[in-house]
């Protein structure tokens, strides 16, 4: 079974500075796919950012990238430029290749981001 | 892109009572996901409900306690049974409907506690 795992519980950056969140994985398969989500106070979960397996090329969405290290197993976040509205509970996900196993993520513990003004 | 309304948003039950959550998508999709979050925890899967057959659920998730309704392609409902507050939780349904790596989308969860 494919594990997710993030080592920061909570995470804290000034307003307008950079901050990486980690997240690492465990998996048998070669082929799958990464994100992260967000969840602030409204529960909603919103995609930030993915990254395919296959793809070597780093994922970048406007202020937030990714560091993909197929080798090490690990997909961390970076958030440049923070601004107060990027605070939020963080969630790495992981989803198999799989069609038998339907689109089913396997979540990682989540990190608390606090930006401070 | 999805759409899903999930009600209700928040509830406060009495122990050994039941309560269904619904979920309601804008486009028909073949699976649907729920999945709990407990009190500053992570998600995690109970089921994955197909249209036309049972529901199928992960480890440590029984059908007697959280029954699974998939009547067609854009609505399930989940039932929490026999309450108890260790049942306080968000509960939340998503849904993927595109290729396998696009997004999954989510209802904004209901707010479950068990008094």
């Known amino acids: 079974a494919q594990t997710v795992t993030q080592s920061q519980p909570e995470m804290s950056v000034q307003e307008a500075e950079t901050v990486t969140l980690s997240c690492t994985y465990d998996t048998s398969e070669s082929d799958y796919y990464l994100f992260w989500y967000k969840q602030p106070p409204s529960r909603q979960m919103i995609l930030v950012i993915r990254?395919?397996?296959?793809?070597?090329q780093n994922a970048t969405e406007n202020r937030f990238s990714v560091n993909f290290q197929k080798a090490a197993k690990s997909f961390s976040l970076k958030i440049s430029d923070s601004q107060l509205g990027d605070a939020a509970m963080y969630f790495c996900a992981y989803r198999g290749s799989d069609g038998n196993a339907g689109n089913m993520l396997t979540f990682g513990g989540g990190t608390r981001l606090m930006v401070k003004p | 892109s999805a759409v899903i309304s999930q009600k209700p948003s928040r509830d406060i039950c009495q122990r050994g009572t039941s309560l269904t959550i619904q979920c309601q998508v804008d486009s028909q999709v073949t699976m649907m996901f729920w999945y709990r979050q407990q009190p500053g925890q992570s998600l995690t899967l109970i089921a994955t409900?197909?249209?036309?057959?049972?529901?199928?659920?992960e480890s440590g998730f029984v059908i007697d306690k959280f029954p699974i309704s998939r009547p067609n392609l854009t609505f399930s409902t989940l039932t929490v049974s026999n309450m108890s507050p260790e049942d306080s939780s968000i509960y939340l349904c998503s849904v993927a409907p595109g290729l396998i790596n696009t997004e999954a989308f989510f209802g904004q969860g209901t707010r479950l506690t068990v008094v």
């Open positions: 990254q395919e397996a296959y793809k070597q």
């Open positions: 409900a197909n249209q036309g057959s049972e529901a199928t659920y």
